[in-house]
T-cell receptor
Framework: DQQVKQNSPSLSVQEGRISILNCDYT??????FLWYKKYPAEGPTFLIS?????DKNEDGRFTVFLNKSAKHLSLHIVPSQPGDSAVYFC??????????FGTGTRLTIIP | GAGVSQTPSNKVTEKGKYVELRCDPI?????LYWYRQSLGQGPEFLIY????????DSGLPNDRFFAVRPEGSVSTLKIQRTERGDSAVYLC????????????FGEGSWLTVV
């Protein structure tokens, strides 16, 4: 039972344009959401998070949007840079419990 | 240390052997997690410690897997009678307090069972 889903395994975006990564979840008890970025041979690195009491959180070039009614969140990166090429994981938790991760989306930024 | 440290970074072992993977969390972090990541998948939860006790071990796949954190800092994940299906990256993470908040990962221990 995949409670956190990233339906796009890969995405290619031109440098300077906007990258939009999507994530859907099924568990309505999830109240905290995070995005992690992973380079090859490294552990996942925390990027940005959002609590369910908000619908948007912004940090520099990264913005996360949460649509609770649709059980959907997205990560926007603008402008995209070559160093953003990595695998991005969406994660969620309920009531302060363990994080559940999606399967990841490989983002490639084309110079 | 500055980050979560995991050893070994790579381990190749024969089917049936016993393996130990070690995790040294960020100094001061009371919560410690073990996750497993197979190729093409996201990290899969194994076990979570708050201090010395295992607060949630619901992700351990079977009784061949066991983890300890005797002094509330370093943790060891132990796998008995390894099988080829155990091959994966084992990720350790820590956080300052309760679970479900931002956790910080180490670089992982890549286990290959041949």
């Amino acid at each position: 039972d995949q409670q956190v889903k990233q339906n796009s395994p890969s995405l290619s975006v031109q440098e300077g344009r906007i990258s939009i990564l999507n994530c859907d979840y099924t568990n309505s008890m999830f109240d905290y959401f995070l995005w992690y970025k992973k380079y090859p041979a490294e552990g996942p690195t925390f990027l940005i998070s959002i609590s369910s009491i908000k619908d948007k959180n912004e940090d520099g070039r990264f913005t996360v949007f949460l649509n609770k009614s649709a059980k959907h969140l997205s990560l926007h990166i603008v402008p995209s840079q070559p160093g953003d090429s990595a695998v991005y994981f969406c994660a969620a938790s309920a009531n302060g419990e363990k994080l559940t991760f999606g399967t990841g989306t490989r983002l490639t930024i084309i110079p | 240390g500055a980050g979560v440290s995991q050893t070994p970074s790579n381990k190749v072992t024969e089917k049936g052997k016993y393996v130990e993977l070690r995790c040294d969390p960020i100094s001061g972090h009371t919560a410690l997690y073990w996750y497993r990541q197979s190729l093409g998948q996201g990290p899969e939860f194994l076990i979570y410690f708050q201090g010395t006790g295992a607060a949630d071990d619901s992700g351990l796949p079977n009784d061949r897997f066991f983890a300890v954190r005797p002094e509330g800092s370093v943790s060891t994940l132990k796998i008995q009678r390894t099988e080829r299906g155990d091959s994966a990256v084992y990720l350790c993470a820590s956080s300052p307090g309760a679970s479900g908040n931002t956790i910080y990962f180490g670089e992982g221990s890549w286990l290959t069972v041949v």
